[in-house]
């Protein structure tokens, strides 16, 4: 009876132990690496875990993707033990050797214990194999998460920076890198702002003030972004699109207007290589397709008024004036593996609030061809705009 219950207990042990090896092989079919491991652990706690090939082979491939170097070293190693023919055998211990000659450590920690920081990997050497640059990519973005200090990670063989800080990688060798506090945090990542380009695409809006809504219009812009301490100054300049009428309706074609402003914002990294940089913006430009209401005679300037809503009739004019516009953007950002040096994309949320005055006097074109000259009382006018952009920038 002792007997049949010893058996029965190993018995559902093996059973436990290939229920977690199928389901990590599962896992990591998916590319659902973590999990992969959680099982990998749970099978390797039970008897005959230790002496497995499959779970050991199984267990270098996932610390693999898991950016271990000391785990694949480990699992390659005990596999390479366990491998049923020579063949497996000498293939894991070139994986093994491989390794231990183009992997070296990084030991990376701050001044004091029980700091944590994002970290900013930076490769200055150029990497061909795209497994590796792959490695290098990935693990970039995962530092960009907080991370306890201090840290080891493995990388291929070459020179880095983290955070600013220089740093070169030996084979098999562990290089120890101490961060000072300037690199460290908010400042830390702030130090490493850098300029960049940027163009962007999309459309506005008006959609409240006293002038005409009229319908969305395409807008293209350009901007430079320059670091200044811990806040972005950027230089932007647009240029937008719209269609205009002719006294009594009829069809001019498009009219073209341009601004250009300054942007100050702050970065704030969310995940990896996202971040969002909320900002203000002042734009200097012009406003066109404002309609006016005028009275006129033959012989005699026309007298003008902003016209409260568009019109058809034959004394209507439409007139062009300079815009002050202040606002707010919100900017979200992708840029390459979270690095310095690299293209990015992203979307664009601006609102702003344009205001100004109808010029004194002006020349308009009847639809019958005829030449009017008008005045106005130079009347405020307010537009409450709203732009929507995608963004390619390129980091420098």
Not at 59 to 66: C, D, G, H, I, Y
Request: aromatic content about 6%.
């Amino acid at each position: 009876m002792i007997l049949l219950l010893a058996l029965t207990g190993v018995c559902a042990a093996q059973q436990a132990f290939e229920d977690h090896l199928a389901q990590a092989e599962f896992f990591a079919h998916k590319g659902w690496f973590s999990d992969a491991w959680t099982e990998l652990e749970a099978a390797r706690a039970l008897p005959g875990g230790a002496d497995s090939f499959a779970l050991q082979r199984l267990s270098a491939e996932v610390a693999w993707e898991l950016l271990d170097i000391d785990g694949v070293l480990t699992a390659a190693a005990r596999a390479e033990a366990l491998a049923p023919d020579e063949d497996q055998r000498m293939a894991l211990r070139e994986l093994r050797e491989g390794l231990e000659r183009g992997f070296g450590f990084v030991e990376i920690s701050g001044p004091h214990e029980g700091l944590s920081s994002r970290l900013q990997l930076e490769p200055q050497d150029p990497q061909l194999d795209p497994e590796l640059k792959r490695f290098v990519q990935k693990l970039s973005v995962r530092l960009r998460d907080r991370q306890a200090l201090p840290l080891r990670v493995g990388l291929p063989i070459g020179r880095y920076l983290v955070n600013g800080e220089a740093v070169t990688v030996t084979p098999g060798q562990a290089s120890p890198l101490e961060l000072p506090m300037r690199a460290l945090g908010a400042r830390g990542l702030a130090a490493l702002q850098v300029a960049r380009s940027e163009l962007s695409l999309g459309v506005g809006q008006v959609l409240a003030g006293t002038i005409d809504p009229g319908s969305p219009t395409p807008v293209a812009g350009i901007g430079l972004t320059l670091p200044v301490g811990p806040v972005l100054l950027g230089f932007v300049l647009n240029g937008q699109v719209s269609s205009a009428r002719a006294p009594g309706g009829g069809a001019l074609g498009a009219t073209a207007s341009a601004e250009g402003g300054l942007r100050l914002g702050r970065e704030l990294v969310l995940w990896g290589p996202l971040s969002l940089r909320p900002s203000l913006i002042y734009r200097l430009g012009t406003q066109s397709g404002l309609e006016l209401d005028c009275q006129g005679w033959e012989g005699e300037d026309w007298s003008c008024s902003l016209a409260s809503e568009p019109s058809t009739a034959g004394a209507a004019v439409q007139t062009t004036s300079l815009a002050h516009r202040p606002g707010l953007e919100l900017a979200l950002d992708w840029r390459q593996a979270g690095r310095t040096t690299a293209f990015g994309t992203g979307v664009r949320l601006v609102v702003d609030q344009g205001f100004g005055t109808l010029p004194a006097a002006g020349e308009a074109s009847l639809s019958d061809g005829s030449l009017i000259r008008w005045t106005s009382a130079a009347d405020p006018w307010t537009a409450t705009r709203v732009q929507m952009l995608t963004a390619l920038s390129f980091a420098f």
